[in-house]
């Protein structure tokens, strides 16, 4: 989530927020989360989830050099991250399993660069679900791996007050601090403003859905990848509403 800043609210497949989580409030980068709608498993994270050797937050370390993402990140993440680490020193790729987004865009953004600082892999495998805020820790990836099966949502974010990216101008500092981090991930300024520009080509309330094959096109050759492509899963509805004050 975006404060002053902005607000980028995590997507959700089905009810992905556990129930020691369905309402929520996030000091300073705050916003409420409610949801009554039924837990959707995917048989990718039902496989994850019976498979992992130990858990770390929404981590499950799969195996001494591989640790999966499974849940909503949120100002704890980067801890349990770096706890996993300690634990699994080896561990040289994060896997993206069900990663709905975040509940702090602070702590999202400093997961992020955290990955790209210790030079971990990202991989979205087949069936692996990328959104939101979650799209900007798959960048953080050294490498990174997309399949044609998995799938990537993205949508344009709403502030505090509840305005978004266009009610801003170009200068402001609430779209330099995403440049800023695209540009550390490895793009250059036109590619920065190009792919920056597509995530907030949907408004808040929707989101853009993209196919591993079209998110590696946007990625150009920052990705490994098959070349054909997957279908998306199309599973998706906001989870998420930004109380504003």
Known sequence: MKRALSLLASLAVLGSVPAAAQRMTVVEEWVTAETTASRYVSPLQ??????????????????????????????????????????????????FVEAPGTHDDRANLALGRAIR?????????????????????????????IAPGSEFAVHGWLDDWGRGAEDYPADA?????YLDYYMEMGMDEVQARRFYAMTNSVPFEDARWLTGREMREWMGDMVAGQAEDGASSGLAYLDFEPVLQ
């Open 46 to 95: 039902q496989r994850t989830e019976a498979e992992a050797i130990a858990t770390f937050g929404p981590f499950r370390v799969v195996d001494e050099r591989t640790v999966a993402l499974v849940d909503i990140t949120d100002a704890s993440s980067p801890a349990w991250f770096e706890a996993a680490l300690r634990v699994f020193p080896q561990i040289d790729t994060l896997e």
């Open 117 to 145: 600082a210790r030079g971990i892999a990202t991989r979205a495998g087949e069936g692996g679900s990328v959104r939101s805020g979650a799209v900007e820790l798959f960048l953080a990836g050294a490498t990174r791996e």
């Open 173 to 177: 500092p609430e779209h330099r601090r």
